[in-house]
Structures are given as C-alpha cells and as structure tokens.
C-alpha cells in the first residue's frame, strides 16, 4: 500500500521566514496531495492541495510543488506568522483513501 | 453552510463496553472517512462508506466497524473497547474521488 513519509516532524521559524515541509510517497499510482493544518484541539483543515497533473499550486502564503518523477512533494509557507504554529500533515491519494505523513509541529517564534 | 459535524465531543467509557460515535457530512457530500489520531501520532485511517456501503478499510480489527445511512451521516462502533482505543476519532467527508475531504472537530474517546 500507499507509504507517505513527512520531513521534518519539528520546525521552529522566526516570524516572517520561510517554512519548508518535505513529504515523499511510494504509490505512483497517488495522484491527488493534500496538506492540512491541525491546530491544538480541532480537527485537520485542508489548506491547499494539488493534482498529479499540476506542478506547482499557490495561495497567498503558501505553495504545493510536485515533483511526481522523484515522488515527493513539499509545502513551502511565506512571511511565517504566529498563527501558523499549528501541525501540518501531508497525504497521498488513490482511490480517495487518504494516506497521511506522520505531521510536522511548526513553531513559529515572534 | 454547516461543516461536517460529529457527535460526542467528548465519550469516556470502561474497557469492554461499546462506543457509538456519530458523523453527519457537508450537505451534498456522499462519501464519509473515519480515521483514528491516537495521541502524538498521525492520522490512520479506519473506513469509507460511499453510497451507503463500506467501500474500503483501514488495519483495524473487525470490532472497529460503521454504517452509513440514507441521508449520508455515518456510525462509527467499536465493541469490546481497549485502553489503547484512546484516541481522537476524526470524520471526513467528500463528495466525489480525489476531491476535497473536509474534517469534523473529532470525538475524544476515552477509555478508562
């Protein structure tokens, strides 16, 4: 099955640098990548995601690049503000059974 | 528009008992996902029901099982609870393949 590993699982930024979360997937099958932010308490939120036939998707702050020859996509976060301290969690779609990276707990320092 | 809802918030129970745990997904969404966030640990997931039928599950034991209704909303029952079974149980739902899957706020199942 689907294997979705996620880099780093801690990440402490000042406020107003760049973050970067690394994931990688097995299944060349997968073709639809999502990312989330889980906040202490809540449930996932779906912030930004992209398709097997797209290389690059931004909103704002925050980009998805897709490399599907090396199978690994990353999140990249921009101008980083204290309200991005949350953690992130990648996934590989097939089959729409979402398979998700262990997370990663961004700090985000003022 | 109402996200994906789950009900309890919050269940504490004894080791052996049942746990029912309820799921109503975004208005139009057929699809509804269960996954398990155990503490400190990532998402795994458990079951999707589409159109009323389990369409796929996760490595969970057989006393880990669901249903879903006419209207979409979805159970989730686990029988003969463990303590291990502690844990976030997070609904999605979705309303057609490889699109968005929208999260609930989870229900804290304890096991005591």
């Known amino acids: 099955g689907e294997n979705v590993e996620q880099h780093p699982s801690t990440l402490s930024v000042q406020e107003g640098d760049s973050a970067v979360i690394k994931c990688t997937y097995s299944?060349?099958?997968?073709?639809?990548f999502p990312w989330y932010k889980q906040e202490l308490g809540k449930g996932p939120q779906l912030i930004i995601d992209?398709?097997?036939?797209?290389g690059e998707k931004k909103d704002q702050r925050i980009a998805v690049t897709l490399n599907k020859t090396a199978k690994h996509f990353s999140l990249h976060i921009t101008e980083t503000q204290p309200e991005d301290s949350a953690v992130y969690f990648c996934a590989a779609s097939k089959w729409r059974k979402l398979q998700f990276g262990a997370g990663t707990q961004v700090v985000v320092t003022p | 528009e109402a996200g994906v809802t789950q009900s309890p918030t919050h269940l504490i129970k004894t080791r052996g008992q049942q746990a029912t745990l309820r799921c109503s997904p975004i208005?139009?969404?057929?699809?509804v996902y269960w996954y398990q966030q155990a503490l400190g640990l990532g998402l795994q997931f458990l079951l999707w029901?589409?159109?009323?039928?389990?369409?796929n599950r996760g490595n969970f034991p057989p006393r880990f099982s669901g249903r879903q209704f006419p209207n979409y909303s979805s159970e989730l029952n686990v029988n003969a609870l463990e303590l291990e079974d502690s844990a976030l149980y997070l609904c999605?739902?979705?309303?057609?393949?490889?699109?968005?899957?929208?999260f609930g706020q989870g229900t804290r199942l304890t096991v005591v």
């Open positions: 299944d060349s099958a997968s073709n639809y």
């Open positions: 208005s139009g969404h057929t699809s």
């Open positions: 992209i398709r097997s036939n797209v």
């Open positions: 029901y589409d159109e009323g039928e389990e369409r």
């Open positions: 999605a739902s979705s309303f057609a393949e490889n699109t968005e899957a929208f």
